[in-house]
């Protein structure tokens, strides 16, 4: 009898853990957004109602480190103190610099292109790892994924902003902290947790040899629909990168939901560029499934946050050097910045 009543206590313990478990059970929700309002059918929560949508996304409103965010270039400071970032793409020493133009060997990585129905977003397979470090990084970074951003204009798509300026898209490099923790997710939630390369997309007549893998035609095509998945190999991750060292950087948050605060953005000084044609084609995957009607994935873009005195950091020496950060922001400096970035 008395065994019987244990189970039975413990049976019921664990029926209890399991409701008392279910209402602020995140899974419920953990799919449940959108950037924008859809055509027909039910409410999905945008932006604007991340935060309040569910307890465990409440970063979303109330953070006040959050990303993306508008780059004012006048309150940019030098930061002698920034290396330059490290790539590491084989482990020993096979370290891949642009200018020893090595060949693509070490160098290449593979990953599985997907149609999440939010990104075009490439996973990074457990084979080949990519590491970075340097820059205002005290860690060594994994490369876990390749997420785009794009707009259904070209003068709208990425998620920062440069002086106010959008560009048409934004290739966002998502690298976790692999010394400290395990795994992505939980990386994610933690201290020092992710590094976010950002890469602004330009429209040119050529294209950016990595992009141009992901986006040619035959490629680009087998992602149209949402769950689509398509398997690429011999990447040179190098190529991804615009030939500069100058970045800007400053700790933010990811763009998406639950929001944590524990990303610092590196955001690459030159953007890369992708043709007329590739853009179009990312203008033409869609949200959903087959079955479903279409909607353009194009837009996937949270709004610019409020940096809220945050510093944002820069290795580009305008040879007048803003002293500690933050307290002593440079507001007036006379300086002549990358050519590029006053464009
Ligand atoms: C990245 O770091 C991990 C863990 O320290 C290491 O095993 C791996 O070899 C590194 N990869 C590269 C390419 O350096
Ligand atoms: C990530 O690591 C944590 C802690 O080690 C583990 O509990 C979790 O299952 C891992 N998640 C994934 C997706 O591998
Ligand atoms: C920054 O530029 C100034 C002027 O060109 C130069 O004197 C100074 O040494 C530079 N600082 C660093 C850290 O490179």
Redesign the pocket.
């Given at each position: 009898m008395d065994i019987i009543w244990e189970l039975f206590i413990i049976l019921h313990a664990n029926f209890l853990t399991c409701i008392s478990a279910q209402p602020n059970a995140p899974k419920i929700h953990e799919g449940w957004w959108a950037y924008k309002e859809v055509v027909q059918g039910s409410f999905v929560p945008v932006p604007s109602f991340w935060g309040l949508v569910n307890s465990a996304w409440n970063l979303c409103s109330v953070g006040k480190r959050q990303s993306p965010i508008n780059i004012e270039t006048s309150h940019m400071i030098f930061d002698p103190f920034l290396t330059p970032i490290r790539l590491?793409?084989?482990?020993r020493k096979n370290i891949c610099h642009r200018e020893e133009g090595n060949a693509a060997g070490p160098c290449q990585v593979g990953g599985t292109m997907y149609n999440t129905g939010r990104h075009v977003s490439l996973r990074m397979d457990k084979e080949h790892?990519?590491?970075i470090s340097g820059g205002p990084m005290t860690y060594?970074h994994?490369l876990e994924e390749i997420r785009l951003h794009f707009g259904s204009e070209d003068g709208q798509g990425s998620e920062h902003l440069l002086n106010g300026q959008a560009f048409t898209g934004e290739v966002q490099l998502i690298h976790y902290n692999?010394?400290l923790y395990t795994n992505y997710t939980e990386a994610a939630k933690s201290p020092n947790g992710l590094v976010i390369v950002s890469i602004f997309m330009k429209i040119a007549e050529t294209s950016n040899a990595f992009l141009n893998r992901m986006l040619n035609r035959d490629t680009i095509t087998r992602i149209t629909y949402k769950n689509d998945a398509y398997l690429l190999t011999g990447l040179n991750i190098e190529e991804i990168y615009p030939e500069t060292s100058s970045f800007i950087t400053y700790d933010g948050s990811m763009t998406i939901p639950p929001c944590f605060e524990t990303a610092t953005w590196i955001l690459m000084n030159k953007p890369v560029y992708i043709t007329r044609m590739q853009m179009h084609s990312l203008r033409l995957l869609s949200q959903n499934q087959p079955s479903q009607i279409f909607l353009s994935m194009s837009d996937n873009i949270r709004p610019v946050q409020p940096l809220n005195n945050r510093c944002i950091r820069t290795n580009i020496n305008f040879s007048m050097q803003g002293k500690d950060c933050p307290n002593n922001r440079a507001q007036k400096l006379q300086y002549r910045v990358n050519e590029w970035l006053l464009k």
């Open positions: 590491n793409t084989g482990g790892l990519v590491n060594s994994r692999h010394e």
